[in-house]
């Protein structure tokens, strides 16, 4: 657990930070921006002259008008329970260095051996698609992690339990308290690759990582009781919570009665406190269907996701459009629109059912989609354009849109609904934000504008997912 009394913002870093309370922030920022600043890694290079007829140089304008503080501000965040050492690097030099040449991808819900390691990344570059996976042997583990924490270019990012790594890597404002320290780090590495990278035959549509680890005290949400203990003197207006992907680690049984506890200790939040939980790259189908079922979602206030967990919660929740296998190109907005709007009819707040679940914020590379159940959110507008700027922004590593650097790659026309008769949308660069209803749940779209030569991949979803809550205003009850 870290007590931050420095740079506010700094405290919206990713949400994957471990235990972190965040006082009274001012400038959103970036997280990676100030990440990188923080760790000395150079100053972004600054933007080009934006170019105001193009489309997305007008879409960009269009945001900056439509960005606006919300009335009542967040004055006091905590953000738990996930905490790590990163190591970022090449994943095609990593496996090279393994000595490991790219054969036919498979996909592996667990990895056991450098080899299933290779078969998976060559399975998710291939498609240029996020994911994250534990791997299984100890020993192994880290044997790449040492190369890769040796590797030329690696970088160490602070992405809970805080061993001697990550303790020296946390600012001189940063409080730890004797109860989360560890011996031993916990290391995430991430394997970038960039878009049109090739290995062997293998070419990368897009630019993205793979992420794996051997993490044992995150999977145990280690630190989840200390952070929500801490929540009553801390007194904060809002909590941000990820992490539960990281059990899938453990065995069936510890993931049951762990369950039980996080709902435990999330019913211990103080009333009337939001409470956002970020989702991440999951594999193991009865655990999500026990995160949705299990009253976990009803227990939140708002969701954050991208595509590939969208589709994966529909599958494991027999939810809408579950028998699509995988997204081919970029997601349908009407399917996704489904499968949000039957999330918050399913296990949103309503009369008849007691949940606080009122918010989610979708991202993929092309769009942003903010559903919100009506009467409870404001600013939903300025929230999701504020964290699609912020997508364009923290990929190519600018303080303002470089509209020569980025393009649009959204639909340009689209369906709201594939399940009943939605409208048709045309998308118009001078009003970027489309807004729908639909029984009562609000949705807001907006494309991104995608860095054409991104500096960093990882990082992205927590980063638009802080810069849409801090636009965001909960109406009180």
Not at 130 to 144: L, Q, Y
């Amino acid at each position: 657990m870290a007590l931050w009394r420095g740079s506010a913002y700094a405290g919206f870093l990713a949400l994957a930070v471990g235990c972190v309370f965040l006082l009274e922030p001012q400038l959103p920022g970036s997280a990676l921006r100030s990440l990188w600043s923080s760790l000395q890694l150079g100053p972004a290079p600054a933007p080009a002259p934006p170019g105001p007829g193009s489309p997305e140089g007008r879409l960009s304008a269009a945001w900056d008008a439509l960005i606006v503080r919300p009335a009542r501000r967040w004055r006091r965040v905590a953000v738990g329970v996930n905490a790590c050492v990163d190591v970022v690097l090449s994943g095609v030099k990593l496996l090279q260095a393994l000595g490991l040449n790219p054969g036919n991808g498979k996909d592996h819900t667990e990895l056991h051996s450098r080899n299933d390691l290779e078969e998976a990344f060559v399975h998710f570059m291939g498609k240029g698609a996020a994911a994250e996976r534990f791997f299984s042997d100890k020993e192994t583990f880290h044997n790449i992690a040492q190369i890769a924490s040796e590797f030329p270019g690696a970088q160490v990012l602070l992405c809970g339990p805080v061993g001697p790594k990550l303790h020296e890597l946390l600012d001189d404002n940063v409080f730890v308290p004797p109860e989360s320290l560890q011996e031993v780090d916990e290391f995430h590495l991430i394997l970038e690759y960039q878009a049109g990278e090739e290995w062997g035959q293998l070419k990368a549509p897009h630019a993205n990582r793979f992420i794996f680890s051997h993490d044992l005290s995150n999977g145990a949400m280690n630190m989840l009781e200390v952070f929500v203990s801490s929540l009553e003197e801390f007194q904060p207006d809002l909590v941000v919570l990820s992490g539960l992907h990281m059990m899938e680690g453990q065995s069936k049984e510890f993931q049951r009665k762990r369950l039980l506890e996080v709902m435990t200790s999330i019913s211990d939040i103080p009333t009337g406190i939001p409470v956002h939980l970020e989702l991440a790259s999951m594999t193991n189908r009865e655990l999500m269907s026990s995160i949705v079922h299990q009253q976990v979602f009803s227990a939140v206030t708002s969701l954050g996701l991208n595509e590939q967990e969208l589709l994966f919660l529909s599958q494991s929740a027999s939810g809408p459009h579950s028998s699509l296998s995988s997204w081919t190109g970029v997601p349908d907005v009407g399917v996704v629109s489904d499968i949000l709007f039957w999330i918050l009819k399913e296990h949103g707040k309503s009369e008849s059912r007691a949940s606080d679940l009122t918010r989610i914020h979708f991202h993929t590379l092309a769009y942003h989609i903010l559903a919100t159940v009506d009467g409870h959110w404001a600013n939903q507008l300025a929230a999701v354009a504020a964290g699609a700027r912020v997508a364009g922004t923290q990929a190519c590593a600018t303080e303002t849109i470089d509209t020569r650097r980025v393009s649009l790659k959204a639909p340009r026309e689209f369906m709201t609904s594939r399940s009943e008769a939605g409208s048709r949308v045309m998308l118009n660069p001078n009003e970027p934000v489309v807004k729908w209803h639909r029984e009562g749940v609000s949705f807001h779209f907006t494309p991104v504008l995608v860095c054409k030569d991104p500096v960093r991949t990882v990082g992205l979803g927590d980063a638009i997912s802080a810069e849409g809550l801090f636009y965001s205003e909960v109406h009180p009850h």
